[in-house]
């Protein structure tokens, strides 16, 4: 969320960097009403400092013995006009606000320019794509073929875009989530937190899915908003408080389900695992300086495509076009991986930098030692990976000719030495 001072001082940049993600204009409307709302503000104060000292006059004015009415007249005008253009500039405020919460985040300069995901950028490739021929069964097939994966019991508990693993895959499932887990935080530094699944309106807002992406999102009758992502919990941590500089960054990661509409989904990836209102994946958030952001972004990437290497995943990194990137986000990598069924790359892992986008709309900030003014913390987010869309691929990368499945080597000692499924 940006600064109705900043857009003012940086009108034409600010429109050119929604241009970039296909948003019309906005810098005029902004500072049209940041005026209106300054000048009624400036106006008020006026009208207070006016009636106080018009106060003081009456006392005066009585301590003479002298006729007050007038002044008590007039002392009410100002008083009826100050409220009025409190009530105005509060209502400005409030529309302000609501035009900048709707507003996404600035493109980083080295993203390209693009509309859609035809524009997205390949930056680099890992491995050797399984099954090429066109040959291989996709998950779906595979599971339901084991009796381990139930699309049919688990639509009539909750409808579709669910499903119920049993046996041997969901132990595979909850395998591969606590490699991942304890890859990220006995090496790579994250510390592991269990955070709620439910959060308030303020922190939807943080993370900047809302107000904007509401139908994306799943509600409760008591006011709640089920998490879409553990970023939005863990990037809520810091929200409201000051930070010693110090003490960054900060690293986090949960294992958690993960909750959404898909409101504009309909019609893609029907079957299967792939798209689902309930999935469970391994988040990563970094609250960093300013200054360490584009550095924690690519090591957090770096973290993310490990964990396909380890599996022998074979993958690829997409840098995000602007009109493709997540509303938060300043510059977004992509990480897709090798699909034999699909004959295809999917999307397993977005890690974004997000700047200070998030820190303004929670005041999360940070202080050097020794000064009192504060800053903006920058915030970043990665899955690491998509547990589901993980199972999906180590399913479809390790199918046997016999129907059966072969367990990476990386988890077999979280399955009790199992190699094969089937």
Not at 107 to 129: K, Y
Not at 290 to 308: F, K, W, Y
């Amino acid at each position: 969320m940006f600064s109705a001072r900043w857009i003012r001082e940086n009108g034409a940049a600010f429109d050119a960097g929604l241009a970039r993600r296909g948003v019309e204009p906005h810098a005029e409307r902004v500072i049209e009403l940041d005026a209106r709302r300054r000048e009624a503000l400036t106006t008020f104060q006026d009208r207070q400092q006016a009636r106080n000292r018009m106060s003081k006059e009456i006392g005066a004015v009585r301590g003479r013995g002298e006729d007050t009415t007038a002044l008590v007249a007039e002392v009410g005008t100002l008083k009826d006009e100050a409220q009025a253009l409190e009530r105005e500039e509060k209502a400005l405020g409030a529309e302000l606000d609501e035009l900048l919460s709707g507003l996404p985040n600035l493109p980083a300069d080295d993203v390209p320019d693009g509309a859609d995901e035809g524009a997205n950028v390949e930056i680099r490739r890992w491995g050797e794509p399984a099954h090429a021929d066109g040959s291989a069964k996709q998950h779906f097939e595979i599971g339901e073929a084991l009796g381990l994966m139930d699309f049919e019991r688990a639509a009539k508990l909750s409808g579709s875009r669910f499903v119920v693993l049993s046996g041997a895959l969901a132990r595979l499932e909850r395998a591969l989530a606590t490699f991942m887990l304890d890859m990220h935080t006995t090496e790579f530094g994250y510390t592991e937190t269990a955070p709620p699944l439910l959060v308030r309106d303020a922190a939807a807002f943080g993370t900047g899915n809302l107000p904007k992406f509401e139908e994306d999102l799943f509600h409760t009758a008591d006011g709640f908003w089920l998490i879409p992502t553990a970023e939005m919990p863990l990037t809520n941590l810091v929200a409201g408080e000051i930070l010693e500089a110090d003490s960054l960054p900060l690293r986090f990661t949960a294992y958690t389900p993960c909750f959404r509409a898909e409101a504009g989904a309909a019609g893609k990836d029907t079957r299967g695992m792939l798209r689902q209102h309930q999935f469970s994946k391994v988040e990563l958030v970094s609250i960093t300086r300013p200054e360490e952001s584009e550095a924690e972004h690519e090591r957090m990437t770096a973290c993310a495509e490990e964990v396909l290497k380890r599996l022998g995943l074979t993958y690829r990194v997409v840098v995000l076009c602007a009109g493709d990137m997540g509303f938060s986000a300043r510059k977004t990598y992509d990480i897709e991986v090798w699909l034999p069924g699909q004959g295809r790359y999917r999307e397993i892992s977005s890690c974004s930098n997000c700047w200070d986008f998030q820190a303004r709309r929670m005041n999360a900030r940070y202080r050097k030692a020794g000064e009192r003014q504060t800053r903006f913390v920058h915030t970043l987010n990665g899955s690491a990976l998509a547990v589901g869309r993980t199972l999906v691929a180590v399913l479809e990368a390790y199918q046997q000719e016999g129907g059966g499945v072969a367990v990476p080597e990386a988890l077999r000692s979280y399955l009790g030495g199992l190699e094969a499924i089937g």
